[in-house]
């Protein structure tokens, strides 16, 4: 599939987007919490894909696909918090107005809500572990840590996610 | 969808590295109920139309890289042959003003020989020339020319001689 890929073949991209796009959605949806914004990063992350298939070795095609998710998400968090530097110069009606916390599409699952809740890097280091399938050597690498940091990170973010699912105060 | 299985293969074995084994064991099911967790709560699926909508886009974009290659060939193409052109061009210049710079040298060749002086020198080498061709011919008569006035001369250092014998 890869190889169709990086020779331009549009069947191999089709296929690759109906292997990929579950997990990537997810992997967005999760660290989001909205499928607008889901759907766009995951939009922008095929494309981008098309651009640099070139540059990718089949061997390691998971972990810089996901790496590729997670440089986009980094980008989308700055935007975000451009964003939001931006609205509260403004008036505050305009704000309350433009906050997107409550509307439609907007953190509709507890566990979703409770990421948010986590630091985004703790919130994406695990969600990166669950939906990309990468063990802890390729996640260390992808994140330039050293193995045992990573283990730690996910240690300490799972204990505390399930403490707040268990607390359940959303 | 079980996402647990190929990522937690060996974690027993990587965390045994990190850890006493008591703690080891206990982060490892820590990683368990954490995994169940994104199992009891499945984040939802992309819309088929937004499948759709990708698949339209990256069409359309690999369209565009097939036609952005081709222009980069036209292009290097074009400049390939501009560049043949040019060199022709200029090597053609070289090859057409060396020839000028020839008639130059010619030409001042010529000034040269145009010289007073030279044409001078030239009229006496061809004095000299009819009247050896004279003599050849047998045709000095001792009227006039260099030789005749050697023969003056000659004539005259013989009389001195002669005078100066007879007056002892």
């Known amino acids: 599939m890869v190889e169709l890929c990086r020779k331009g073949e549009p069947q191999g991209f089709s296929q690759l987007v109906d292997s990929y796009s579950s997990r990537l959605f997810s992997y967005f949806y999760r660290l989001t919490g909205n499928r607008d914004d889901s759907n766009e990063l995951l939009s922008g992350l095929f494309l981008k894909v098309v651009e640099k298939i070139g540059t990718c070795r089949p061997e390691t095609f998971d972990a810089w696909l996901f790496k590729m998710a997670s440089n986009l998400f980094t980008d989308y968090i700055r935007a975000k918090k451009r964003h939001e530097k931006m609205l509260d110069q403004m008036a505050k009606e305009l704000q309350t107005e433009t906050q997107p916390a409550q509307t439609d599409g907007y953190m509709t699952d507890k566990l979703t809500r409770q990421l948010q809740r986590l630091d985004a890097e703790t919130a994406e280091i695990i969600v990166m572990r669950y939906y990309s399938g990468l063990s802890f050597e390729e996640l260390a690498k992808i994140r330039k840590e050293p193995i045992g940091t990573c283990l730690s990170k996910v240690h300490r973010g799972l204990k505390k996610l399930r403490q707040l699912m268990e607390n359940g105060n959303d | 969808m079980v996402m647990t299985e190929f990522k937690n293969k060996n974690i027993g074995e990587l965390l045994s590295k990190f850890f006493p084994p008591d703690h080891a064991e206990q982060i490892k099911n820590d990683f368990a109920s954490g995994d169940a967790l994104f199992e009891k709560f499945p984040a939802p699926n992309p819309s088929q139309q937004t499948l759709t909508d990708i698949k339209q886009k990256i069409t359309r974009q690999l369209e565009n890289q097939k036609r952005i290659r081709w222009t980069a060939v036209l292009v290097k193409t074009a400049v390939a042959a501009a560049i043949i052109t040019i060199a022709s061009a200029v090597i053609l210049l070289n090859f057409n003003q060396k020839k000028p710079n020839q008639y130059t040298k010619n030409e001042h060749q010529a000034t040269l020989w145009q010289n007073e002086e030279i ?45 100066t014998f007879w007056k002892g």
């Not at chain 2, 009819?130 to 006035?149: C, K, P, Q, R, V």
Request: no cysteine.
């Open chain 2, 119 to 163: 044409s001078t020198f030239d009229a006496e080498i061809e004095q000299l020339n009819s009247e050896l061709l004279a003599i050849n011919l047998g045709e000095e008569t001792g009227a006039n020319g260099i030789l005749t006035d050697r023969v003056d001369q000659l004539e005259l250092e013989i009389i001195e001689t002669e005078n």
